[in-house]
T-cell receptor, first 113, second 116 residues
């Protein structure tokens, strides 16, 4: 049973527009959520995170929104750039469980020039 | 070191042989994680270490897989009698674990294992 799901395997966006990547989770014990970005042949790199005590966290062009009641989070990238093309993984952890990350299946974002 | 280091970066092995994958975490990081990514799949959790102990081994796919960590630092993931379905990128990550606090994990570049 997947505890973290990314239902869109791929997303294509025009340069300059907004990219919205979605993630759903089922485990109510998760209290920390992260987004990782992965280029081919490289390990995932941390992008942005949000604690369950917040509903929004912003870092430059990247904003993560958390809706705890819906067990849903999203990553907004504005404006999207061709260099943002990568696979984005949503991850969640529970502070009482050693911060082990549970990942979603990933969404491949393609930003077209 | 500056980041998580994994070796080898690529490994091709014959079916039935044993392989050993190595991970050097970021200095001072007490938590270490192994994941694998099969072709076209997401990140599959394998095992988690806190110091030298492994509180969660639930992700190891079979008894052919084992891992150890010595000195609270380097970890090795061993796959015995490799099978073709073991082919994947094996990723190691480490984090600065703090009780009841959340921190991000940092990943190495991975070891691409191909079983032929």
């Amino acid at each position: 049973d997947q505890q973290v799901k990314q239902n869109s395997p791929s997303l294509s966006v025009q340069e300059g527009r907004i990219s919205i990547l979605n993630c759903d989770y089922t485990n109510s014990m998760f209290d920390y959520f992260l987004w990782y970005k992965k280029y081919p042949a490289e390990g995932p790199t941390f992008l942005i995170s949000i604690s369950s005590i917040k509903d929004k966290n912003e870092d430059g062009r990247f904003t993560v929104f958390l809706n705890k009641s819906a067990k849903h989070l999203s990553l907004h990238i504005v404006p999207s750039q061709p260099g943002d093309s990568a696979v984005y993984f949503c991850a969640a952890s529970a502070s009482h469980a050693g911060n082990m990350l549970t990942f979603g299946g990933g969404t491949r974002l393609m930003v077209k020039p | 070191g500056a980041g998580v280091s994994q070796s080898p970066s690529n490994k091709v092995t014959e079916k039935g042989k044993d392989v050993e994958l190595r991970c050097d975490p970021i200095s001072g990081h007490t938590a270490l994680y192994w994941y694998r990514q099969s072709l076209g799949q997401g990140l599959e959790f394998l095992i988690y270490f806190q110091g030298n102990s492994a509180p969660d081994k639930s992700g190891l796919p079979s008894d052919r897989f084992s891992a150890e960590r010595t000195g609270g630092s380097v970890s090795t993931l061993t796959i015995q009698r490799t099978q073709q379905e073991d082919s994947a990128v094996y990723l190691c990550a480490s984090s600065l674990y703090q009780v009841l606090m959340n921190t991000e994990a940092f990943f190495g570049q991975g070891t691409r294992l191909t079983v032929v």
